[in-house]
C-alpha cells in the first residue's frame, strides 16, 4: 500500500513576515496522519520553517540542488550536501519552471536527482509535457523520454528512494487542470515504464500529480488508482486549502 502524499511547493515567494504567518495557519491545520507531508519553502526561509514546523509532522525539503554534490567553487548554488546539514529531507528535481525558464535539459536534471540521492535527500522528479506537446499526441512520448534519461543515469533501483511528479506544463499555475482520467493515463504510462525495469519498484512508486490541484478537484484527482497525491503550487500558499488538499489525500 502507497502512503499518500501531498508536497507544497513555496516557489519563489514569501518574506520572513508572510512565511510566519504561514507556519503559524499551518500548525492550526488538522493534518491527516496518514499522509506524508512536505513542504518547499525559499531556501532563504528553510532554516525558519524547520523551526516554526518543529513537532509537527511535515517535512521540509528545497525547491532544487546543485548537479555537484558536496563542497566546490560553485557561486551562488546550494548543494545536497548543505540541504541535509540544514535539516532537509527533499528536494524537487527538473520541476518544469527550472527546464523551461532557467533552460535546464534531462542530463543537468539526472546530474541532480543523482547529486540529492548521493548525499541523503529523497528526490522528488519532475516530468511533463507543454500544451503544444499535448496537441500534438506527443504527452507519453515526452514524459517517458524524460523518465527513461534519469532511469539510464542512475538505475531503477534509485526509486526506491524517490517520488515522480507528472505536471502538466499547460495546468501550472494557468487554472487549467489535467481531468481525472487525462491524468491517470499518463500515471499509469509512468508506472508501466518503471515496471518494465522492476516490477515491484515500480508498484511501491509514489506518482503525485501536479498542475491546479485545489481542494475541489483533489478528490477527484487523488481517487484515480495511479495517483498518490499531489504536487501542490499556489494553494500551498494558504494553509486552509493546503489542509483540505491533504484530507482529500486522506480519504
Avoid at 518547499?40 to 509537527?56: D, I, K, N
Avoid at 541532480?112 to 529523497?122: D, E, I, R, S, T
Wanted: aromatic share 4%; glycine share 12%; charged share 20%.
Amino acid at each position: 500500500m502507497r502512503r499518500p502524499m501531498v508536497a507544497g511547493n513555496w516557489k519563489m515567494n514569501g518574506t520572513r513576515a508572510s512565511v510566519a504567518e504561514l507556519i503559524e495557519a499551518l500548525r492550526e491545520q488538522k493534518l491527516p496522519s496518514k499522509v506524508e507531508i512536505v513542504v518547499f519553502p525559499s531556501c532563504v526561509h528553510a532554516s525558519q520553517v524547520l523551526r516554526g514546523l518543529e513537532g509537527l509532522a511535515v517535512a521540509v525539503g528545497s525547491q532544487d540542488c546543485a548537479g555537484q554534490p558536496g563542497f566546490g567553487a560553485l557561486t551562488g548554488e546550494i548543494s545536497a550536501t548543505q540541504l541535509v546539514d540544514v535539516g532537509c529531507e527533499w528536494v524537487l528535481v527538473g520541476h518544469s519552471e527550472r527546464r523551461l525558464v532557467l533552460g535546464e535539459d534531462d542530463e543537468v536534471v539526472s546530474r541532480k536527482f543523482a547529486a540529492a540521492l548521493g548525499c541523503g535527500l529523497k528526490p522528488i522528479l519532475c516530468l511533463g509535457e507543454s500544451l503544444e506537446e499535448r496537441q500534438a499526441g506527443q504527452t507519453l512520448e515526452v514524459v517517458g523520454r524524460q523518465l527513461a534519461h534519469v532511469v539510464a543515469e542512475v538505475g531503477i533501483a534509485a526509486f526506491e528512494r524517490a517520488v515522480v511528479a507528472y505536471e502538466p506544463v499547460w495546468a501550472i499555475g494557468s487554472g487549467l487542470t489535467a481531468t481525472p482520467e487525462q491524468a491517470q493515463e499518463v500515471h499509469a504510462a509512468i508506472r508501466k515504464q518503471l515496471a518494465q525495469e522492476d516490477e515491484r519498484v515500480a508498484n511501491g512508486v509514489r506518482i503525485l500529480y501536479g498542475g491546479s490541484v485545489k481542494a475541489e478537484n483533489a478528490v477527484e484527482l487523488f481517487g484515480m488508482a495511479d495517483i498518490d497525491g499531489g504536487l501542490i503550487g499556489g494553494a500551498s500558499l494558504k494553509a486552509n486549502e493546503f489542509g483540505a488538499i491533504c484530507r482529500a489525500a486522506g480519504n
